[in-house]
Structure formats: C-alpha cells, structure tokens
C-alpha cells in the first residue's frame, strides 16, 4: 500500500466564531500538499443557519479540487430545537445539512489502501442523551447498535488490508481539559470498534486537540481529535487541524497549530504507531 495522505479538520463553526484568516491558511495547505483526503468531523456551523451551511459548503467545493472529501454532522449541524426528544418531523433537524452538504450524514469513502466510513454521533436531543447536567443536553453523542451494525458490514466488505477509518464527531476519549467524554457509552463503542478491526478514529467536539492510543487486546485504534478552528478553543489553546499519514507499517498523525505571529499553520506535536 502506499501512503494515504490525510488532512483532518474539524469544528469549523462557520459562523460567528469564524476567524476567515485561519480558513484562507487551511485552503492553502489543502491546495499545496493535495491531500488524498480531506476528513471534516462535524460542527461545520455555529447555529446550523443556511448561510453558516453555505459557506460551509463553498470550503468543502474548493477541497474538492484537489482531494476527496468526507464529511459528517456535528451537534451544532443539528437544530434539535425543531423535534426536541424526537417528537414531530426529525428531518427538520438536519435540513439545513441535507440541502447544503449531503442527504447522506453517513458517507463511505474509498481510496486506494483505505475505508472511511462516516459514523453520525449527532441526533439531537433524544431519551437517550438526556442528562442531569443542562448545559450538557444537547451536546452529548450516541452510537446505536444498527449503526454499529452498518459500520461491520462496511469493513467486512472492504477490500482485504484495507486501513479501516471511522470519522464521528463526538470525542470516544476524555478531553484533557473538559474532563468529559464528548460520546456516550464510550466502552461500548470502542469495544466495538476493536473487534471489527478499526484502525483510526478521526473526531473532534472537545474544542482541544488530541492523539491517543486505544490498547486492545487484538489490535490497537489511534484517535485523531483535531481542534477548532475558530476563537472557541479551549482553555485559551490556538486552533488547530491534523496532518495524518497512513501506510503499511505505521500511522502518523501531526497537529499543526495556529500561529499568530506567522499567520499560518505551523508544525506542533506529531505521534508515530506502528501498524
């Protein structure tokens, strides 16, 4: 297999939170290093607004030049104000993102050496995301045993040795600053995760970026969490995207970080596993 490059952003909350300079440096590195494939990990907008969604979809026509494109919804993607608790019409929930971005909030992406399946954590507010903590309600991430389903019969009808990769939105791993897992019923997931083989997790929803090692007793998932890239980074971090370089023997992933100074994405942490 030969190497698969990878640009992972995600959080991009166009919006109010937006900072045009730092989508103009994206679309730079995208058009310099012509990525094999440019993952967008949910919370395209701020308040899933049809001009948010819109220019949204002008960053992912311009990726589109030079790479394949998956993308997935975010929580903030979702109005969930139109069917709180899954009452009345739930496509009104996300027709903002069907209109602008896709029908399909779980896309399937193949590439030569690798599969991207896209994994929809963002349902809006349902009996099973309801939580104690009110500013929590409408933010947290499910997986449901169909989807899990799905995700295995995608893998299993992969080509052989194909890197398997799940983009979602919602953090499996607790953010180092929120202390909270961004995804309900973690240990499941990645569990599941772990018998189907699954080789990367690429996420975000923290607002912090992040790189870790799932150790399993089969095989082992790296988790790609990329940062924001807008002014609501946590803990006054700067914004952020991963660089991810997939081949046979090993998985690089390389956060770049926004640079002030340098008005641009400059070189930050890199972490190296062997396949």
Same mark, same amino acid.
């Given at each position: ?127 099973? !995301? #309801?939580? %104690?903590?009110?500013? +929590?309600? $409408?933010?947290?991430?499910?997986? *449901? =045993? ?108 390389? !956060? #770049?970080? %926004?640079?002030?100074? +340098?008005? $641009?994405?400059?070189?930050?942490? *890199? =972490?190296?596993?062997?396949?």
């Amino acid at each position: 297999m030969s190497t698969i490059t990878v640009f992972h952003c995600s959080d991009l909350h166009f919006g109010s939170p937006a900072v045009p300079e730092q989508y103009e440096a994206m679309e730079s590195l995208i058009q310099e290093y012509k990525y094999d494939v440019v993952a967008i990990s949910g919370d395209l907008t701020q308040r899933a607004r049809s001009g948010e969604f819109q220019r949204a979809r002008a960053f992912i026509k311009h990726a589109e030049e030079t790479s394949k494109v998956i993308c997935i919804p975010g929580n903030h993607d979702v109005a969930w104000w139109k069917a709180p608790l899954g009452l009345g019409d739930t496509g009104r929930t996300s027709a903002n993102y069907f209109r602008y971005i896709s029908d399909n909030p779980e896309p399937v992406l193949q590439v030569p050496g690798a599969t991207f399946a896209g994994l929809n954590t963002s349902h809006g507010v349902t009996m099973d !995301t #309801l939580t %104690w903590r009110l500013r +929590d309600i $409408s933010i947290i991430g499910i997986v *449901t =045993k169909p989807q899990i389903e799905r995700l295995r019969k995608i893998f299993l009808d992969a080509p052989a040795g194909n890197t398997r990769v799940v983009v979602m939105h919602h953090n499996p791993v607790k953010g180092e600053l929120s202390q909270r897992h961004g995804l309900k019923d973690t240990s499941r997931v990645l569990g599941a995760f772990a018998d189907m083989g699954v080789d990367v997790v690429l996420c975000g929803h923290d607002h912090q970026d992040a790189i870790h090692f799932i150790e399993h007793t089969k095989k082992g998932t790296v988790i790609s969490t990329a940062g924001t890239v807008s002014n609501r980074m946590r803990g006054g971090r700067p914004s952020s995207v991963n660089s991810i370089r997939l081949s046979a023997d090993q998985i690089e992933v390389a !956060t #770049l970080v %926004w640079s002030v100074s +340098d008005h $641009s994405f400059v070189p930050g942490p *890199t =972490k190296c596993f062997k396949r």
